[in-house]
Nanobody, 125 residues
Framework: QVQLAESGGGLVQAGGSLRLSCAAS????????MAWFRQPPGKEREFVSA????????AYADSVKGRATISRDNVKNTVYLQMTNLKPGDTAVYYC??????????????????WGQGTQVTVSS
């Protein structure tokens, strides 16, 4: 099991930018496919982005494609989500998640075994 702790959320105006971080501890970080999900108010948790263990492949939801960049630092045991041109529709609790034992990306929340506590992102219009 890996422990995950998100940071970097906050209140930002529409059109602004944020960088979310997720620090991992407890296991070998490079063994995990990492992902970001979000849960808007009153809605289901949804996929945002994911990155493979060696950063060789990434994936993005259509809603953030072109505005989000996922990256990871396997020395610092951290995964990042840079978001630009934020919109009120991006308002959500953002979670990072980890999936071990595989090399491929999945967009299904149930296939990730470890989750952080979430960080709130609020985008004002």
């Amino acid at each position: 099991q890996v422990q995950l702790a998100e940071s970097g959320g906050g209140l930002v105006q529409a059109g602004g930018s944020l960088r979310l971080s997720c620090a991992a501890s407890g296991r070998t970080f490079s063994d995990y496919v990492m992902a970001w999900f979000r849960q808007p108010p009153g809605k289901e948790r949804e996929f945002v982005s994911a990155i493979t263990r060696n950063s060789g492949s990434t994936a993005y939801a259509d809603s953030v494609k072109g505005r989000a960049t996922i990256s990871r630092d396997n020395v610092k045991n951290t995964v990042y989500l840079q978001m630009t041109n934020l919109k009120p529709g991006d308002t959500a609790v953002y979670y990072c998640a980890a999936r071990s034992g595989v090399i491929t990306i999945t967009r299904v929340p149930g296939e990730y075994g470890d989750w952080g506590q979430g960080t709130q992102v609020t985008v004002s219009s």
